[in-house]
């Protein structure tokens, strides 16, 4: 089997096993990247800090294809299934390896410092094995460049979270601040939008194809098709309760939890 040549092995996905593990120990040797984060950060910190950054390069990348994909190709006269684009299989390859080297990084973190999420370890070898049946199944046939379009737009919210991410571990300044609130909105709303409203909408275009109601869409897929977009759904909506209650939290301590303080002090 020629594997550099091979439908089922785009180059995207060879690329992104390479440069991504090359971009994070570079980004480790940076000065500049050393001193975004405060000079009593461990080494686990610094690890993390370099991962996210690879995370948001690889979502930038994405998100403004899946954007490229969607709007210059004319879905009134192509269809949303057989179209065929070289985009297509570009972005499945890219996620597939930049989360196979993630997780791999996922492994490394465990076993050096003895940390790491369950759920986000699930969650990628779920979409690994996604994207490898994809590119198995589908990629030559079927490569359904509309819904690989919608699905690479749910990375717009990661470069949100690790910004955020960058700016709490810089102290109180940040945690006490209007600017936290704001950009707890933006990814409240952005999480929303990309991940459970853009899935819905996924539903909504294979029902105007079949004919029939978006509700009724997933069952007209296949079950393999229909068991990982309904996980996927209910997956990024427990996400969004989670984000949504810390954002209810924040806000309300900060708005309104003071003015019962002040109140409480007249008081006295």
Request: hydrophobic share 45%; aromatic share 16%; charged share 15%.
């Amino acid at each position: 089997m020629n594997i550099i040549n091979s439908p089922h092995i785009p180059p995207s996905l060879i690329g992104a096993l390479a440069i991504y593990p090359l971009l994070f120990f570079t980004f480790g040797k940076l000065q500049w990247v050393k001193n975004i984060l405060p000079p009593k950060a461990d080494t686990q910190k610094h690890y993390h800090l370099c991962n996210k950054i690879v995370a948001s390069v690889h979502s930038t990348i994405m998100t403004t294809t899946g954007l490229y994909l969607l709007l210059t190709v004319d879905w009134s006269k192509n269809d949303i299934s057989t179209y065929k684009t070289v985009l297509t299989p570009f972005l499945v390859g890219l996620e597939l390896g930049y989360l196979t080297q993630d997780t791999a990084f996922e492994f490394y973190q465990r076993f050096r410092f003895g940390v790491g999420s369950d759920l986000i370890l699930f969650h990628h070898v779920a979409v690994i094995l996604g994207s490898a049946y994809y590119l198995y199944a589908l990629t030559i046939n079927n490569p359904g460049p509309y819904f690989i379009g919608m699905l690479s737009l749910m990375n717009m919210s990661t470069p949100i979270l690790h910004f955020r991410w960058v700016l709490q571990s810089r102290g109180r300044t940040f945690t006490n601040s209007r600017l936290k609130r704001f950009i707890d909105t933006a990814l409240v709303v952005t999480y929303f939008w990309c991940r459970i409203f853009g899935n819905w909408w996924m539903g909504v275009a294979i029902g105007t194809k079949l004919g029939v109601s978006w509700y009724q869409a997933p069952f007209y897929i296949g079950k393999k098709f229909t068991i990982t977009t309904t996980t996927m759904f209910f997956m990024n909506v427990i996400w969004w309760l989670v984000l949504s209650k810390q954002w209810a939290k924040s806000v309300n301590r900060f708005y309104f939890a003071k003015e019962v303080t002040k109140k409480v002090k007249n008081v006295d």
